[in-house]
């Protein structure tokens, strides 16, 4: 029997975990006097229930490239900046929530959760007119979306309680278990299974988009939450043995072939002269609400438009606020010559600052953004980079010392790394005039590698896996994301050591600022080999020989393998603690 103290502290808990909803008082339109039944009787209620489960994924942005080995970004010299308390690991689990990339997003994910734990129960029994189609329609997003939830969970905070119903006032938290990883990842699969289930027509779970249905969730999403999920569970960080590459080539296969099949391409829209550099830069600043006619590659946008011209911007554009992220020289040594060749080997110093050149890809050390993969011109403002690309005899980026845009040390508003985020930024954008795009939450392309990664793994780089109507390689898979960029194929015969590197280096290029590299080098476990510093380049002297010298940044201590995960809030750890006596904090982060 629990004593009234212990209520109340349930009570209190079961408000900040977002997870409430039996009482049928406790989900109240604005008037504050309709009960669960009443919404779940009428059309229009009923529909902005459903309305009320979306929103709750932390929306993709560009800042968490600062968090990794992508970007250092120009506030690491402002006074009690998230980028200061991180990169000198002084994040706790009590304070990680006000310094992370997106704070702790435990609460608000566990809130969706419960949102569509209520509309899937609360259907079943609802009186609404409305065909049982339609109704199914609605239980197929809900399950999407309750998918996608654990999904974004799981990547950030590994296992975690699974909720599959509404829970009463009275409900006991202190029987309440973590599950591991793969059993998340299995029900997040049932989830969209469940969905899937639905007929693909337009009044059931679709593949279109139609009219005010910007950001739905359709068949594509579903299939890519199974291909991201089950890529993750068979990673080194998460794999137990319950999800194999096996498995994954099989689920992800499904998932490419099923979009491909239904209308989803590569973006290959060619620009306008003086629009874009090309068809991969056109893409991310393409507005993707366009109900698939232009862009059909975008499976799930999730961010929101951004204006990089103001805050990852370069401080002769007027109006700017900060810099923001600031690529990496390490990032920069990623992008290939346009010939497909590395330029860059490795390393000879353990500072990373003298190069292993690659005589066979052309590169030269004096002229470095010369013949590069088409997709570093998409992404990157350099040292001589056209400004405005309808004035190609214009304005160029100066980033050498003493530059219009040259790095510095001390200035937000200044590189720190000799470099400048492009990516999303529409050149026309200005204070009058935002045209920058937005991240991209599930994209055709993620499906390809994921693909690539899986088949790989299991089978080799040039072994034939059927999906479909159609057999597809490794690399097969891997060449059709380069093909769009205008990049050659990878080539054959590559050693599984070497065509790992290849296909790492091909995963961080293509979703460079997408937040994909915050999470891949966790679940690879390579935290610790690639962010314990980042280098950058610093160019002197103007006209015809500049000097272009390399230089390590300060040490970070971010890359423990506490840093894998995040921490669980440590007040809810702690209520769980007098709840239960068990101690659900992840490894390391005991404060």
Not at 112 to 137: D, L, P, Q, W
Not at 416 to 429: A, I
Not at 486 to 503: C, H, N, Q, T, V
Request: glycine share 8%; with cysteine; net charge negative.
């Amino acid at each position: 029997m629990k004593t009234q103290r212990e209520i109340l502290v349930l009570l209190f808990l079961t408000m900040v975990f977002g997870l409430l909803s039996c009482n049928k008082q406790l989900d109240l339109q604005s008037d504050g006097r309709l009960t669960l039944d009443e919404v779940f009787s009428d059309y229009n209620r009923t529909r902005g229930y459903l309305n009320s489960c979306y929103g709750y994924t932390p929306a993709p942005y560009i800042d968490r490239s600062s968090y990794s080995d992508e970007a250092q970004d120009a506030d690491d010299i402002t006074p009690g900046s998230n980028y200061i308390v991180w990169y000198r690991g002084s994040v706790t689990a009590s304070n990680y929530g006000s310094y992370s990339a997106d704070g702790s997003p435990w609460g608000q994910l566990y809130e969706g959760i419960r949102k569509c734990n209520v509309f899937i129960e609360s259907i079943k029994t609802a009186t609404v007119y409305a065909s049982e189609e339609e109704k199914a329609s609605w239980v197929a997003q809900a399950h999407t979306l309750r998918a996608l939830y654990y999904l974004q969970l799981i990547k950030r905070y590994g296992g975690v309680p699974i909720f599959d119903m509404p829970l009463a006032v009275d409900h006991d938290f202190s029987q309440d278990k973590r599950a591991s990883f793969s059993e998340v990842v299995s029900f997040i699969l049932a989830d969209c299974d469940r969905a899937l289930e639905v007929p693909a027509n337009r009044t059931g779970f679709s593949w279109d988009v139609y009219d005010n249905q910007f950001g739905i969730m359709t068949r594509a999403v579903a299939y890519a939450i199974k291909s991201q999920a089950v890529t993750y569970a068979a990673s080194p960080l998460w794999s137990d043995g319950t999800y194999t590459w096996a498995d994954a080539v099989t689920i992800s296969g499904e998932a490419l072939s099923e979009c491909l099949a239904n209308g989803y391409e590569l973006f290959d829209v060619q620009p306008a002269e003086g629009e874009a550099q090309n068809a991969y830069a056109l893409y991310f600043f393409t507005s993707s609400n366009d109900q698939r006619t232009v862009d059909k590659e975008t499976i799930y946008q999730g961010g929101d438009q951004m204006e990089i011209w103001r805050n990852a911007g370069l401080p002769s554009n007027a109006g700017m606020d900060r810099t923001g992220p600031c690529p990496t020289q390490e990032l920069i040594d990623s992008y290939e010559m346009a010939n497909g060749e590395p330029p860059i080997l490795g390393y000879t110093d353990d500072d990373r600052t003298i190069p292993t050149i690659n005589n066979s890809s052309g590169y030269d050390e004096l002229n470095p953004y010369v013949g590069r993969d088409p997709r570093f011109y998409a992404s990157i403002y350099y040292n001589g980079a056209v400004r405005h690309l309808d004035q190609p005899t214009g304005q160029k980026v100066e980033t050498f010392v003493g530059g219009r845009e040259g790095i510095s040390a001390n200035s937000r508003r200044n590189t720190r790394t000799g470099y400048y985020l492009r990516k999303y930024n529409n050149h026309r954008s200005g204070l009058n005039n935002n045209a920058d795009g937005a991240v991209r939450l599930f994209r055709l392309a993620e499906l390809y590698l994921n693909f690539a990664e899986a088949a790989y793994q299991a089978f080799g780089p040039d072994a034939s896996v059927a999906i479909g109507n159609r057999s597809l390689t490794a690399r097969e898979a891997i060449n059709a994301v380069r093909r769009r960029a205008g990049m050659p194929d990878l080539p054959a015969g590559l050693s599984d050591e070497d065509f790992e590197k290849r296909y790492r280096n091909e995963r961080r290029v293509e979703f460079a600022f997408e937040e994909h590299r915050f999470f891949d080098v966790r679940r690879w476990k390579i935290l610790d080999q690639t962010d314990r510093f980042v280098t950058g380049m610093r160019i002197t002297g103007t006209g015809d020989n500049p000097g272009y010298n390399r230089f390590k940044l300060a040490n970070r201590s971010c890359w423990s393998d506490k840093f894998l995960i995040y921490p669980i809030d440590q007040h809810e750890v702690n209520k769980m603690v007098e709840l239960s006596g068990e101690n659900w904090q992840n490894p390391g982060w005991l404060d």
